[in-house]
């Protein structure tokens, strides 16, 4: 994807999420770009957010219960969740452990995840004080493409079973940063209804995301880390195809 494109990608995505900083900062710039990130940053715990609680990862398994939980969360907190770009943070811990002092909103079935309903940071400070950031510095593992099957649930009346791919970029990618990256593409995906319930996603682990590999319907846009002023598609999602 060409550096106009990302900015323009990037742009639509804040507009689309905060009009107000659309108005105050030109986004068709890098620096307008950089000038409104740090708006938001600087915003802090303000707004909408959810706690991840995670005791081990597979990147397969957690993508189908990001979307799963994605999927249950209320219309009123989606859109206040939406307004504050899907802000998450995640911990190291074990959901098992938690489940009597603490209130999820979704467990993954084997247990190595759990989510918070969107809400005030103030709702989760004590879960937080409790654990620390979930901390892997570790490469992305290679692994071969991977199909993930959303269950069917409760599918929107006389929409058809859709199949997409999902990019992640692992050049110069932690773990850590590929939860951050996915955890965006996926959530505001399924907030903006491009996923639904029995949907099918291909996960594809790429070193870039070169030249849109298909059109991608979302996209998560960061700095290269050593070069300044530069952007690039960390991970993203392509249009439908539909599902046999």
């Known amino acids: 994807m060409t550096q106009d494109c990302l ?3 990037e742009a639509m995505r804040i507009r689309a999420a905060r009009p107000d900083l659309a108005a105050r900062h030109d986004l068709s710039s890098y620096d307008g770009l950089t000038a409104a990130r740090s708006d938001i940053t600087a915003e802090g715990d303000t707004g909408s ?3 991840v609680v995670l005791r081990s990862f597979d990147l397969a398994r957690w993508v189908r219960d990001t979307c799963v939980f994605a999927l249950g969360v209320e219309p009123r907190q989606a859109a206040d969740w939406r307004t504050s770009f899907t802000r998450t943070v995640f911990l190291a811990g074990n959901p098992e452990q938690l489940g009597e002092r603490f209130r999820f909103a979704h467990t993954a079935a084997d247990g190595s995840a759990a989510w918070t ?3 005030p940071a103030a709702r989760t400070a004590s879960l937080r004080r409790l654990l620390k950031a979930f901390d892997a510095p570790a490469r992305l593992p290679d692994r071969p493409d991977t199909l993930v099957e959303i269950p ?3 599918r929107p009346p006389g929409r058809p079973r859709a199949r997409r791919d999902l990019y992640v970029a692992t050049a110069e990618c932690t773990i850590s940063e590929a939860l951050v990256h ?3 593409v996926l959530a505001e995906a399924v907030l903006d209804g491009h996923i639904a319930p029995g949907d099918h996603l291909v996960v594809h682990q790429v070193p870039r995301i070169v030249g849109a590999p298909a059109r991608l319907v979302t996209v998560r846009v960061t700095t290269e880390k050593h070069l300044p002023g530069r952007l690039k598609a ?6 439908e195809a539909r599902v046999a």
């Open 182 to 184: 996915v955890n965006h």
């Open 7 to 9: 900015r323009a990608r």
């Open 117 to 119: 309903a969107p809400g």
């Open 49 to 51: 957010s959810v706690a």
């Open 234 to 239: 960390a991970a993203g999602l392509t249009e």
């Open 152 to 154: 069917a649930g409760l």
